[in-house]
């Protein structure tokens, strides 16, 4: 079945169906009305699935979708142009430039991943939802094929058993969000392939909290960030570091934070989020083991609730410090000053997000100098994310590849190298056994050549006297 699909796909991207920027475009509107015309129906699968409320849906899902249209309609046909490159004295007189072209056929697995990816309109695409995400998988099946061409654009649920099919199959670029584990896996087969792939896996993304900073500024911001989605973020703040003098502040400002953001009891607040099955709410609540709770701690295996917890003298060798959260647990763990710090993260993998709090600009440069993060936001956390001109991905453990706005058209295509030779003379490479005449030629061409280019050079300059 799904080598059907893709054959399919293949066969409808080689006729040419996408290439015309026009044709982009419309699929880009029609996206803009399913997300218009079925926003109800969108929150309410993500509240089904993490009793997400419409507010957070709007904000962290269908206006960046919305706002990632707008980008790619304006901006378009200027990323998809031919693009000029220096010459050199071979190639003064010839077209040389990059002209960016499509891959083919691309295999996504984010939830509404047409709105994050303005390349996919320009590609054949299987749409591969997580299966944990059930009415919302099932909802972009529904939907797709009513707005967009559903020849070019395919969506395949399932399990492990139908990722497992489609990973066999030959694509021309994959993109996958999720654990490195499983990233591993994906990487595996698309090698099979030689496929490039956009892998973003998260991780442990650290925030230093400096004791020279407003931490009460800090702690909101932190609180916020965290346990926005129930912590089910790929670039939530996975635990803090920071000095023993300051921990109990620390606890007592996220406190006050929980307080007006979630009210007495989360448990029954419209802002706060669910973990999305049993399975992963197990696995969770299983990463507390040994550790000391500062904050909350409550459960409801019935609701998959876990409350927003803080984690205090939390150490290096314990369970929570040793894979990604991805849940409503933010572990404090205390360093000796800030070489500790950096020494502290760069002795684990590195990071999708890095966060730093502090008044000090030393302290914020050498933490930019002295680690190496997918991206870091100094004083805030999760902002570098909304900004569209800031490519988006990790390095090394939490992925490789990046995308948002022209980072993923660039991504998602073919940098086609291109010289059109424009002089009717030859200018090959001579052997050593020139001809006369041949030697002639190529002396001739030297000095237009030579000429050509220091007219580049000097005519800008006369212009300006």
């Given at each position: 079945?799904?080598?059907?699909?893709?054959?399919?796909?293949?066969?409808?991207?080689?006729?040419?169906?996408?290439?015309?920027?026009?044709?982009?475009?419309?699929?880009?509107?029609?996206?803009?009305?399913?997300?218009?015309?079925?926003?109800?129906?969108?929150?309410?699968?993500?509240?089904?699935?993490?009793?997400?409320?419409?507010?957070?849906?709007?904000?962290?899902?269908?206006?960046?979708?919305?706002?990632?249209?707008?980008?790619?309609?304006?901006?378009?046909?200027?990323?998809?142009?031919?693009?000029?490159?220096?010459?050199?004295?071979?190639?003064?007189?010839?077209?040389?430039?990059?002209?960016?072209?499509?891959?083919?056929?691309?295999?996504?697995?984010?939830?509404?991943?047409?709105?994050?990816?303005?390349?996919?309109?320009?590609?054949?695409?299987?749409?591969?939802?997580?299966?944990?995400?059930?009415?919302?998988?099932?909802?972009?099946?529904?939907?797709?094929?009513?707005?967009?061409?559903?020849?070019?654009?395919?969506?395949?649920?399932?399990?492990?058993?139908?990722?497992?099919?489609?990973?066999?199959?030959?694509?021309?670029?994959?993109?996958?969000?999720?654990?490195?584990?499983?990233?591993?896996?994906?990487?595996?087969?698309?090698?099979?392939?030689?496929?490039?792939?956009?892998?973003?896996?998260?991780?442990?993304?650290?925030?230093?909290?400096?004791?020279?900073?407003?931490?009460?500024?800090?702690?909101?911001?932190?609180?916020?960030?965290?346990?926005?989605?129930?912590?089910?973020?790929?670039?939530?703040?996975?635990?803090?570091?920071?000095?023993?003098?300051?921990?109990?502040?620390?606890?007592?400002?996220?406190?006050?934070?929980?307080?007006?953001?979630?009210?007495?009891?989360?448990?029954?607040?419209?802002?706060?989020?669910?973990?999305?099955?049993?399975?992963?709410?197990?696995?969770?609540?299983?990463?507390?083991?040994?550790?000391?709770?500062?904050?909350?701690?409550?459960?409801?295996?019935?609701?998959?609730?876990?409350?927003?917890?803080?984690?205090?003298?939390?150490?290096?060798?314990?369970?929570?410090?040793?894979?990604?959260?991805?849940?409503?647990?933010l572990p404090i763990v205390t360093v000796n000053g800030l070489s500790e710090a950096i020494h502290f993260i760069n002795a684990r993998e590195k990071p999708l997000a890095l966060y730093v709090f502090s008044s000090d600009k030393t302290v914020i440069k050498r933490m930019l100098t002295e680690t190496s993060s997918?991206?870091?936001?100094?004083?805030?956390?999760?902002?570098?994310?909304?900004?569209?001109?800031?490519?988006?991905?990790?390095?090394?453990?939490?992925?490789?590849?990046?995308?948002?706005?022209?980072?993923?058209?660039?991504?998602?295509?073919?940098?086609?190298?291109?010289?059109?030779?424009?002089?009717?003379?030859?200018?090959?490479?001579?052997?050593?056994?020139?001809?006369?005449?041949?030697?002639?030629?190529?002396?001739?061409?030297?000095?237009?050549?030579?000429?050509?280019?220091?007219?580049?050079?000097?005519?800008?300059?006369?212009?300006?006297?």
């Amino acid at each position: 079945m799904e080598k059907q699909v893709v054959d399919g796909l293949r066969e409808v991207f080689q006729s040419g169906r996408s290439r015309p920027l026009q044709y982009r475009k419309q699929q880009h509107r029609a996206l803009h009305r399913l997300i218009t015309e079925r926003q109800a129906d969108i929150e309410q699968a993500l509240k089904q699935d993490l009793n997400r409320n419409t507010y957070n849906t709007s904000l962290f899902e269908l206006i960046s979708i919305e706002n990632d249209i707008k980008l790619v309609e304006s901006n378009m046909a200027d990323w998809a142009a031919p693009r000029p490159v220096k010459k050199n004295l071979n190639s003064a007189l010839d077209d040389v430039y990059i002209k960016p072209e499509p891959l083919g056929a691309d295999n996504w697995n984010l939830e509404l991943p047409l709105g994050h990816d303005p390349a996919a309109p320009s590609n054949a695409a299987v749409l591969k939802p997580s299966e944990l995400s059930e009415h919302s998988a099932r909802l972009m099946k529904e939907l797709l094929p009513l707005y967009l061409d559903k020849e070019m654009y395919q969506v395949v649920t399932g399990g492990v058993l139908e990722t497992q099919e489609l990973l066999r199959q030959r694509f021309d670029h994959i993109f996958y969000t999720g654990s490195s584990t499983v990233g591993k896996l994906v990487m595996e087969a698309a090698a099979r392939h030689l496929t490039p792939v956009t892998l973003e896996l998260g991780g442990k993304s650290p925030c230093y909290v400096d004791k020279n900073c407003d931490i009460a500024v800090a702690c909101r911001r932190i609180t916020w960030g965290k346990f926005a989605n129930c912590g089910q973020t790929c670039i939530a703040p996975d635990y803090i570091l920071c000095e023993p003098s300051i921990q109990d502040r620390i606890v007592e400002e996220i406190q006050k934070t929980l307080l007006e953001f979630y009210q007495k009891d989360p448990k029954s607040s419209p802002d706060y989020c669910r973990i999305i099955n049993t399975r992963h709410f197990d696995r969770v609540l299983a990463l507390m083991n040994k550790c000391t709770i500062a904050l909350g701690g409550e459960s409801d295996r019935s609701q998959c609730y876990i409350a927003p917890t803080v984690l205090k003298d939390v150490l290096p060798h314990f369970k929570i410090m040793q894979e990604e959260i991805f849940g409503p647990l933010l572990p404090i763990v205390t360093v000796n000053g800030l070489s500790e710090a950096i020494h502290f993260i760069n002795a684990r993998e590195k990071p999708l997000a890095l966060y730093v709090f502090s008044s000090d600009k030393t302290v914020i440069k050498r933490m930019l100098t002295e680690t190496s993060s997918g991206g870091v936001t100094v004083n805030d956390v999760l902002m570098h994310y909304t900004v569209d001109t800031l490519p988006f991905g990790g390095v090394g453990n939490s992925g490789m590849g990046r995308y948002h706005g022209r980072h993923t058209f660039d991504q998602l295509s073919h940098h086609l190298r291109c010289l059109r030779q424009c002089s009717p003379l030859e200018f090959s490479v001579f052997p050593e056994y020139l001809e006369p005449a041949a030697s002639g030629e190529l002396v001739f061409w030297l000095a237009c050549s030579t000429l050509t280019l220091l007219l580049g050079v000097l005519l800008p300059q006369l212009s300006n006297c």
